[in-house]
T-cell receptor, first 111, second 112 residues
């Protein structure tokens, strides 16, 4: 059975304090990985797709990286508006849109 | 460009009742997926529709059913509601079965 684990479950940072979120997975037929951001009471918002080990994608203060067994979301000098739950989901060969999401990392950035 | 819209936003039902949730996909998208998200959990895949046919299903019982219409909008129907069905129901559309998903804001269902 496919398993996706995200750590930490919750993270509290001061504004400007950089950190990394981890997404590890045990799956068959990995084709890539999605990262999403979810604000309370809203649907997940797409951030990145990564397809190859070693690939990196950046958007503002966020950078996502991918290896064969895990992915990291690095947050550099975060701001309060980066507070959200960050979700990852491996993309599987032949999986279609049947994504298995992790439980997410709830990030709180304080002034 | 209109995003994914879901209705209603909130719904309260009692155990044993039936419910229908609706979703309009983003313009140009032909694939709709439904997810259930319990509090503190990640979204769980219910099923996917592509060109009006069910094209993949997660571990949900048959009382969860769906439809996709020619305009690619979709419905999720849940019969014989149980307390554990209380959750945020998310609809997502995409340009194909393996493309990134665009989510709606969800329908918050409470079963009493």
């Amino acid at each position: 059975e496919d398993q996706v684990t995200q750590s930490p479950e919750a993270l509290r940072l001061q504004e400007g304090e950089s950190s990394s979120l981890n997404c590890s997975y045990t799956v068959s037929g990995l084709r890539g990985l999605f990262w999403y951001r979810q604000d309370p009471g809203k649907g997940p918002e797409f951030l990145f797709t990564l397809y190859s080990a070693g690939e990196e994608k950046e958007k503002e203060r966020l950078k996502a990286t991918l290896t064969k067994k895990e992915s990291f979301l690095h947050i550099t000098a975060p701001k309060p508006e980066d507070s959200a739950t960050y979700l990852c989901a491996p993309i599987l060969t032949g999986g279609g849109n049947k994504l298995t999401f992790g439980t997410g990392t709830q990030l709180k950035v304080e002034l | 460009e209109t995003g994914v819209t879901q209705s209603p936003t909130h719904l309260i039902k009692t155990r044993g009742q039936q419910v229908t949730l609706r979703c309009s996909s983003q313009s140009g998208h032909n694939t709709v997926s439904w997810y259930q998200q319990a509090l503190g959990q990640g979204p769980q895949f219910i099923f996917q529709y592509y060109r009006e046919e069910e094209n993949g299903r997660g571990n949900f019982p048959p009382r969860f059913s769906g439809l996709q219409f020619p305009n690619y909008s979709s419905e999720l129907n849940v019969n014989a509601l149980e307390l554990d069905d209380s959750a945020l129901y998310l609809c997502a559309s995409s340009q194909g079965a393996n493309e990134k998903l665009f989510f709606g804001s969800g329908t918050q269902l409470s079963v009493l």
